[in-house]
């Protein structure tokens, strides 16, 4: 039989990657995002290849969604060997430009979600004595961001619960990876109306998740996508955090 994924996030950008590459793989399917037309056009191009393919559509912000979607892998008759928290988006400008419900939300999908989605799928990988789980940092993850403070902060606590989990995890053969993109080929920017991208060279959502194989080929427990960015997650090592936080703060007042 073949082993099953889970890509949330999957109808668009670096979700969409995943699933493409895991279909090529071999791996049977299961693709959730909100967008129901999105998931079906995907799921036809992914017929290519002898797999199975399952759709759920399903907002992550919605409270405790993880036991919603075990529910429903369950009446499918899957289990997931390989776990995708891709899903997740972000928002910018001053932190009181945003009303708390939209910051509730993006807690909800960036944090809440990767949380129950490990704790729902988690337990069968261990007993089953092998797994993946990928989850979504972000560049952002290592140096603080100003105008984007709810998002940057959401990818942190990604990034800390990705390692401190894969440390834990590793010695039961159950991978964990932290993966850190920068600026990618996808629509973040334009749904958090954000100008912070312009003039920057953008990765594809191919190579993004090249590099994610690439890093769990070598058992890493994090990866940064691009060598540039790769430098730049270096920056808080030699330069004060506060320092940091004023030149991007100046730089992000003039993008927003």
């Excluded at 036809?44 to 409270?63: F, G, H, K, N, W």
């Excluded at 080929?185 to 090249?210: L, W």
Aim: overall charge neutral.
């Amino acid at each position: 039989m073949n082993r099953t994924a889970l890509i949330t996030g999957a109808s668009s950008g670096i979700g969409e990657a995943f699933a493409v590459e895991l279909a090529k793989q071999g791996y049977d399917v299961v693709l959730l995002a909100r967008s129901k037309d999105k998931l079906e056009d995907l799921a036809a191009r992914l017929e290519e290849y002898p797999i199975r393919i399952e759709t759920i559509v399903q907002d992550l912000s919605v409270e405790y969604a993880a036991k919603i979607i075990k529910e429903k892998v369950e009446k499918y008759g899957l289990s997931i060997d390989f776990l995708v928290n891709n899903a997740g988006f972000g928002t910018s400008g001053e932190f009181l430009s945003n009303t708390m419900e939209l910051d509730h939300q993006q807690v909800m999908v960036n944090v809440a979600s990767v949380l129950d989605l490990t704790h729902v799928f988690l337990p069968s990988m261990v007993e089953r004595g092998h797994g993946t789980i990928i989850n979504l940092a972000s560049l952002i993850s290592f140096v603080p961001m100003p105008y984007m403070s709810v998002y940057g902060a959401t990818k942190a606590f990604v990034l800390a619960f990705s390692q401190t989990l894969a440390e834990e995890y590793r010695h039961k053969g159950i991978d964990i990876l932290a993966l850190c993109p920068g600026p990618t080929e996808t629509k973040f920017f334009e749904v958090a109306g954000s100008n912070a991208s312009d003039g920057m060279k953008m990765r594809t959502c191919d190579q993004v998740v090249k590099t994610a194989f690439r890093a769990l080929a070598n058992r890493k427990s994090v990866a940064i996508d691009g060598f540039a960015n790769t430098i730049l997650a270096q920056l808080p090592r030699f330069v004060s955090r506060s320092s940091l936080t004023k030149v991007i703060g100046r730089q992000m007042r003039k993008r927003n």
